[in-house]
């Protein structure tokens, strides 16, 4: 922190852009991508085949929906810095 002329200013440059955490947006994600191929292929699934009905194809949606949550907090698990407001 510097002062100069009752001003206060800090080292840091203010034309710099605060980075943010090193984990991408949820839609950039190859495990989103997946997801959403696989929710995607299930549906189709529970639609074509006869043996399959809706219940089943809701619970490995759900399944499929958990795996991605912890999937995507683990990505944000090694993060290094918050983003900043």
Request: hydrophobic fraction near 45%; glycine fraction near 6%.
């Amino acid at each position: 922190m510097t002062q100069e002329a009752g001003r206060v200013s800090s080292t840091r440059d203010r034309g710099a852009s605060l980075e943010g955490t090193e984990t991408k947006a949820f839609a950039k994600t190859s495990e989103f991508i997946v997801w959403v191929a696989t929710v995607a292929a299930v549906l189709i699934a529970s639609y074509l085949v006869d043996t399959f009905d809706a219940y089943d194809a809701w619970r490995f949606i759900t399944y499929l929906s958990i795996a991605y949550m912890i999937s995507r907090g683990l990505a944000k698990a090694g993060s290094r810095a918050p983003r900043e407001s």
